[in-house]
């Protein structure tokens, strides 16, 4: 698993780990029962404090992306990552609503803004056979 943290970034480290193991999910890099690295090893390996992987873990965790057992480790849920509800459709626009506002008062247009977006969805959509 390749880890990329940005340490002058103004987003927590933790949320960069959650995204980034997100985004493993949903290329495929990472498959559903599939172990991830201990708390303590990613920690050591990454250079972060244990602290804060505990917390992205745990939050991957409460979203249902990964599973924590005692004997077995940290998995990739082996069921899958739980369907899109309606509180998720409602957080998705929540966040959404910003980024759209800044881009048309950056000029973006919608046809700029879907073309992009459509873009990163393939990019996603490809993941490794």
Not at 6 to 35: C, K, N, T
Not at 78 to 104: F, M, W
């Amino acid at each position: 698993m390749f880890i990329n943290l940005d340490f002058e970034s103004d987003e927590p480290i933790y949320l960069q780990l959650v995204h980034q193991i997100i985004e493993g999910i949903a290329r495929r890099d990472l498959r559903p029962g599939e172990a991830l690295p201990s708390v303590r090893s990613l920690a050591s390996d990454i250079g972060i404090n244990l602290h804060t992987v505990n917390k992205a873990y745990q939050h991957l965790k409460q979203d249902g992306f990964i599973l924590i057992h005692r004997q077995k480790g940290v998995v990739i849920n082996p069921d899958g990552v739980p369907k899109a509800d309606a509180s998720h459709k409602s957080q998705l626009e929540k966040n959404l609503r910003p980024l759209i506002a800044e881009s048309i008062c950056r000029d973006i247009s919608e046809e700029e803004f879907l073309m992009l977006c459509k873009s990163l969805y393939k990019t996603y959509q490809g993941g490794r056979s």
